[in-house]
């Protein structure tokens, strides 16, 4: 009888702590869902405040530290492992101004929100569309319609909801310039791909001292292993470099010094004929929303675009970090020695194996 009195007390014993042992398991996912909600609104008064104090909400390595939070530090603790945490902070004081916000600018501003920036000024005067969605960072059928701008604030505050974002719907030109460029950012993304407002903005960045990246056409490439960083002078192969540096050269003087993310690869398609409400071919100028913004179609492979976003944001993050990264030279060989290299190729194979069959390639497609 007391072995089954004592077998009933241990049994007791251990369902009532296997109960508590849920209970409390359920529970510690909500206080510590509390926890981050609580200090998270701590730290976003705290950077409105040194926004308000700042006159502009660039604090510096002087204003909030935000990796003396626990719940952020851990979030950005394989950052840290690999900077080290003054390198980490350098990227956390910083502050960021990207324009244009499709499939390039959307995935370099994401990148640069995970890598703990703390400030960030997202501009772009488009919406989100349907279309948008084979190359958007974030973008859901949810969002189609609203601006792009406000999208990606929607969807940041819930990544890392301690970064300061100021979200514009606007178009930059010369009388926007002013309230995107003041503040004295950290760097310029132009993520643009109209000709004139491209150029008209890396001519104020280079009159305003601002440090700037450019993305060139990522629409029509397959290639990722063609992407490249360079000088804009450097981006010999890809036309749209070569309609910025011709514009930058001749309006305002700048024949160099702007570093660019551009593709070596020759584009696989062309615009797309523009069709009217008939069906008919039409002028597209007849439907522009804003003038001199094409409304044609360029054919997009969703993952290129994306990719030019990393290596924009990769770039950025390590230059801000202070890590010094060697990137890969830009060979511009023209076709003859294309022709020449082929050539001594192909004798190479046929004097190993009596034919050159395997390595014919016709020189035009490739390059």
């Known amino acids: 009888m007391e072995k089954l009195k004592c077998l009933a007390l241990v049994g007791g014993g251990a369902l009532v702590g296997a109960v508590s042992t849920l209970f409390l398991l359920k529970l510690r ?75 390039v600018g959307s ?55 301690e970064c300061q974002i100021d979200a514009k719907v606007l178009l930059y030109d010369v009388s926007s310039e002013e309230e995107i460029l003041s503040g004295n950012p950290d760097f310029v993304l132009d993520c643009i791909d109209n000709i004139d407002t491209k150029v008209a903005l890396l001519a104020a960045c280079v009159r305003r001292g601002l440090k700037v990246l450019s993305a060139t056409g ?7 292993t063609r992407i490249r960083v360079a000088d804009l002078r450097e981006s010999t192969n890809d036309p749209l470099s070569r309609a910025v540096r011709h514009r930058l050269r001749k309006d305002y003087g700048i024949e160099g010094g702007i570093p660019v993310v551009f593709s070596l690869e020759k584009p696989k398609a062309k615009l797309l004929p523009f069709r009217g409400p008939s069906g008919e071919e039409d002028n597209p100028s007849d439907y522009q929303i804003v003038p001199g913004f094409r409304v044609r179609i360029i054919p997009v492979l969703g993952t290129i675009p994306a990719i030019f976003g990393q290596v924009m944001a990769s770039y950025v993050v390590t230059q801000l970090a202070g890590l010094h990264v060697q990137t890969e030279p830009v060979v511009n060989l023209d076709v003859d020695h294309y022709q020449m290299l082929l050539q001594r190729l192909m004798e190479h194979e046929e004097s190993l194996y009596g034919t050159a069959m395997e390595v014919e390639i016709t020189m035009n497609n490739q390059f």
């Open 29 to 103: 996912p909500r206080k510590i869902e509390s926890q981050c909600g609580k200090k998270a609104t701590k730290l976003n008064e705290a950077t409105a405040k040194c926004w308000i104090d700042s006159g502009n909400g660039n604090c510096g390595t002087g204003g909030l530290n935000l990796l003396s939070d626990e719940i952020v530090s851990e979030q950005l603790t394989r950052n840290i492992q690999f900077f080290g945490l003054d390198s980490q902070q350098k990227v956390t004081a910083s502050y960021i101004v990207i324009i244009g916000l499709g499939g």
């Open 107 to 161: 995935h370099a501003a994401s990148m640069l929100l995970r890598s703990g920036v703390g400030k960030l000024l997202l501009v772009d005067f488009d919406q989100v569309s349907l279309s948008s969605l084979n190359r958007h960072a974030v973008a859901t059928r949810a969002d189609v319609g609203i601006p792009k701008a406000e999208c990606l604030k929607k969807h940041f505050s819930s990544i890392f909801p």
């Open 218 to 224: 990522a629409g029509a490439r397959a290639d990722p």
